[in-house]
T-cell receptor, first 113, second 111 residues
Framework: DAGVTQSPTHLIKTRGQQVTLRCSPKSGHDTVSWYQQALGQGPQFIFQ???????QRGNFPDRFSGHQFPNYSSELNVNALLLGDSALYLC????????????FGPGTRLTVT | TQLLEQSPQFLSIQEGENLTVYCNSSSVFSSLQWYRQEPGEGPVLLVT???GGEVKKLKRLTFQFGDARKDSSLHITAAQPGDTGLYLCAGVKDSNYQLIWGAGTKLIIKP
């Protein structure tokens, strides 16, 4: 049973560029959440997708957008990259149940120079 | 505003010692989860507690959910170097689809 997969694992971009990160959820999961994590900090919630719609959003600007496909996989897009966007981006999948237990991928390490 | 406060933020102890990590809030959660994260990896779910007063054990780890479902604790008995990592708590609020995360406790167990 494949777990959550993310691609790419590492990425280096320059300021002002755009980036797309990809995530395939754990088999059977229909809900995907994206998080930004700075070194040594807890994850910061970006948004959650369910039934191909953004259902909930954290305190992130509109430069952060996403998409969920019919097969439940998801993309995170970040436009006009800033140095402060450098972080580990985590994708987590879950069942759409009240506990929302998250299964995380290994993350994408984004460095903006 | 940090809705879930974790303490301590950092803990470094010798192998064999016991420790407790706390996760506190003024808000009520319908459930609360504990995760452990190792460097370069995503967090891994350890346990979910749902009922006020609930206690769950995972080998040397004991998790407790407060009676009022506002706080939780993680106790590790006879810590081992393999317990090293970032411990995160996350709570689910009623009528909300997202988890509220604590900032984490960085735990180092020295051999």
């Amino acid at each position: 049973d494949a777990g959550v997969t993310q691609s790419p694992t590492h990425l280096i971009k320059t300021r002002g560029q755009q980036v797309t990160l990809r995530c395939s959820p754990k088999s059977g999961h229909d809900t995907v959440s994206w998080y930004q994590q700075a070194l040594g900090q807890g994850p910061q919630f970006i948004f959650q997708y369910y039934e191909e719609e953004e259902r909930q959003r954290g305190n992130f600007p509109d430069r952060f957008s996403g998409h969920q496909f019919p097969n439940y996989s998801s993309e995170l897009n970040v436009n006009a990259l800033l140095l402060g966007d450098s972080a580990l981006y985590l994708c987590a999948s879950s069942f759409n149940v009240p506990t929302y237990e998250q299964y995380f991928g290994p993350g994408t390490r984004l460095t903006v120079t | 505003t940090q809705l879930l406060e974790q303490s301590p933020q950092f803990l470094s102890i010798q192998e064999g010692e016991n420790l407790t990590v706390y996760c506190n809030s003024s808000s009520v959660f319908s459930s609360l989860q504990w995760y452990r994260q190792e460097p370069g990896e995503g967090p891994v779910l350890l346990v979910t507690v749902v009922t006020g007063g609930e206690v769950k054990k995972l080998k040397r780890l004991t998790f407790q959910f407060g009676d009022a479902r506002k706080d939780s604790s993680l106790h590790i008995t006879a810590a081992q170097p393999g317990d090293t990592g970032l411990y995160l708590c996350a709570g689910v609020k009623d009528s909300n689809y997202q988890l509220i995360w604590g900032a984490g406790t960085k735990l180092i167990i020295k051999p």
